[in-house]
């Protein structure tokens, strides 16, 4: 029983990871139907940045608590950033270009920044300090639960729980719901969709470098091709638990973190990625909107 639990409890870190990353693939489809296949590595870009403030701010001689926050927050920043400028130079400019064109720009847009992060930082992987503290009552539970996984699965909670919220209730969210629903009717009341759109990129990019930088810690290494490997996996949950809905999202990435988990605790981690896709698989065969998706209806 405490291995089953060990696994669950590393399951849902896992897909808490995946779910964070998710919501910026299924928020971007939602708005205007395109894959950000670039979003991986804002995630990995975002890891980047918080191994950059780490090293000042320890050299600095700041607190752990104090630099992981900071890290975090500049990482999100950055990130944030990267997600804006990404939209206007690469995706904007072919709004209204043949489905392909833009898809063929994402592609491009990832190639381009695993290479720039490759020169301007190495090939190798680099050690990451543990930024997430031991918390003592967390001993209690042994082997089962670290306080980093704790940490993460908290974080992930809490922003899928302030993000739900935000696109329910506030202005901007309405809106952005108002364009998912009909971009062209949405003009026409008076919202700013390139405004719209722009937020919907910083928003995903944001929670991105929030789990780079909260697996990063965990883990304790990082690289130029995390983002990759992370994109397709939460690319894959996304789609999984229906592309274009929030919770599907997140439901998404726990139930691929846990098959993740439970395949490479009781066969064999070789075929950890076997699991996770052919359940991808068996799920769109059966229900090809995904979990939580709605099929669309085509007007004609």
């Keep these: 029983m405490e291995y089953f639990l060990e696994l669950f409890m590393g399951g849902l870190t896992r897909g808490s990871i995946y779910a964070l990353i998710a919501l910026g693939y299924t928020m971007v489809y939602g708005i205007i139907e395109l894959i950000n296949f670039a979003h991986g590595e804002i995630y990995m870009i975002g890891a980047f940045t918080g ?11 700041f607190p752990g608590y104090a630099i992981l926050v900071i890290a975090i927050v500049c990482a999100v920043i950055w990130a944030a950033a990267y997600g804006f400028t990404i939209e206007k130079m690469a995706y ?14 994402a592609i491009g847009m990832s190639i381009f920044l695993q290479n720039y992060v490759m020169l301007a930082q190495t090939s ?13 009552f967390m001993e209690k539970m042994g082997s089962i639960m670290s306080s980093a996984e704790l940490v993460i699965i908290l974080a992930t909670v809490a922003s899928c729980v302030g993000l739900t919220l935000f696109i329910k209730f506030t202005k901007l969210g309405k809106a952005m719901r108002a364009t998912a629903q009909n971009r062209k009717m949405a003009m026409l009341v ?28 965990h883990i ?41 988990a439970f395949a490479t605790g ?4 070789d075929y950890e990625d076997v699991f996770a896709f052919l359940l991808l698989v068996l799920i769109l065969i059966f229900r090809p909107s995904g979990i939580m998706g709605k099929e669309k209806t085509q007007k004609v």
């Excluded at 904007?92 to 720009?105: E, M, W």
């Excluded at 190798?124 to 031991?134: K, M, N, S």
């Excluded at 009781?266 to 981690?269: D, F, G, P, T």
């Design 266 to 269: 009781y066969v064999s981690s």
């Design 190 to 217: 008076g919202i700013n969709v390139d405004m719209v759109i722009s937020a919907t990129f910083v928003i995903g990019s944001s929670l991105a470098a929030v789990g780079g930088v909260l697996i990063a810690s």
């Design 51 to 61: 191994l950059i403030v780490a090293g000042l701010l320890t050299m600095l001689g």
């Design 124 to 136: 190798d992987f680099l050690p990451f300090p543990e930024l997430i503290p031991h918390f003592a």
């Design 220 to 260: 304790g290494q990082i690289n130029y091709y995390i983002g990759f490997i992370a994109g397709i996996k939460a690319f894959t949950a996304a789609v999984l638990g229906g592309i274009g809905s929030l919770p599907g999202a997140m439901l998404g990435g726990l139930v691929l973190g846990l098959t993740e």
């Design 92 to 105: 904007k400019p072919l709004r209204n270009a043949p489905r392909l064109s833009p898809l063929i720009s």
